[in-house]
């Protein structure tokens, strides 16, 4: 006779109930999947075509957490699960809508407090919710708000001492000892695919891309089991860039989160962002599991792109959707 699985469950009892508990979960929350002015464009509203942009004025046909037309800036909160079940939150990057985005989708999602903040280039829709960086400071309990480390490079660095000295020099603004300062640990990174850095205990692998010629803006790797490569705002890849993330996950990226800024046409020189068109073709030539589309402007309908989007997944083989703000997706990091 075969000794007993010690594992299998008592006869007569219930198998679902000695079944090994789900392992918790991290996810992603898309905080906002707009352009820098965001949605609706106000220029549409105070100024209206004939006919009107219809993507606009939905912002005032529905409320926001209904209409995925309505984006704020581009920005991620990573929401890692730790193997011992401790949930951190890491943010990447802090526009000017972050104010919004916390009322709306920290409290939505019941998010406490952030952790780490990535920031991917200097650009006003990237860092200027950084006056409200005190307001999600994780507290220890005893002497207040902890520290909390924001990663970026010394060209972002530079930028943040001209816009925020008080933040640099962790006071309060304009020497108000009422008002309550952040504190900031502020860790200097590398526009490096091989300088790997660690942020709440998730490593991240910068992504330099340009973002316009001659500047350079970052995106990032990230995940141990499933792998992540989250792409902002996007020119051009730089090939060292490129082959870093096809050659991610044995070959094959679990997910790939890029920019599609204009619905129509191609970049040329001057452009900043890609288009859908290029973007696309370099969904075809990453080939990630899936991608999801970030920082739409006003000529993307969500409703109406999404349906052409599934038809051109079906054609080439993978999964393609555009974001929109508040979605959160599970993913075991």
């Known amino acids: 006779m075969e000794p007993a699985d010690p594992a299998a469950p008592p006869a007569g009892g219930n198998a679902a109930a000695v079944s090994p508990l789900p392992r918790p979960s991290s996810s992603l929350i898309f905080l906002g999947t707009g352009c820098s002015g965001a949605l609706p464009d106000t220029r549409c509203l105070i100024r209206p075509a004939t006919p009107p942009c219809t993507v606009c004025s939905m912002g005032f046909s529905l409320s926001p957490d209904q209409n995925p037309n309505y984006r704020l800036n581009t920005s991620l909160l990573i929401d890692y699960c730790h ?26 999602h019941k998010v406490p407090s952030v952790d780490s903040i990535i920031l991917t280039h200097e650009h006003a829709d990237a ?42 020099e962790q ?12 504190k900031i640990d502020w860790k200097i990174i590398e526009e490096d695919v091989d300088k790997p850095f660690v942020a709440s205990g998730l490593e991240f692998v910068p992504l330099p891309v340009m973002h316009g010629e001659g500047y350079i803006c970052l995106g990032f790797l990230f995940g141990r089991r499933a792998r992540v490569a989250y792409l902002s705002d996007v020119s051009r890849f730089l090939p060292k860039t490129e082959h870093a993330i096809s050659m991610s996950g044995a070959g ?3 997910l790939l989160i890029l920019e599609a800024n204009a619905l129509h046409g191609v970049g040329d020189a001057f452009s900043t962002h890609l288009t859908l068109s290029e973007s696309l073709d370099a969904i075809k030539r990453i080939h990630p599991k899936r991608a999801l ?10 409703q109406r792109e999404n349906q052409m989007l599934a038809e051109w997944s079906i054609s080439e083989g993978i999964p393609v959707q555009l974001a929109h703000d508040g979605q959160r997706v599970f993913i075991d990091l």
């Open 83 to 108: 193997d011992d079940g401790t949930h951190k939150y890491i943010l990447i990057d802090i526009g000017k809508t972050f104010r919004e985005q916390v009322l709306r989708w920290f409290v939505r």
């Open 127 to 168: 860092v200027l919710g950084l006056d409200e960086v005190w307001v999600v400071q994780p507290s220890n309990g005893r002497n207040g708000i902890q520290q909390i480390p924001i990663f970026l490079t010394q060209f972002t660095m530079d930028s943040v001492v001209r816009r925020f000295p008080y933040l640099v």
């Open 171 to 182: 006071r309060p603004e304009d020497g108000d000892q009422d008002a309550q300062a952040a």
């Open 252 to 254: 094959q990226l679990d």
């Open 293 to 302: 589309l970030i920082g739409m402007r006003h000529f993307f309908e969500h």
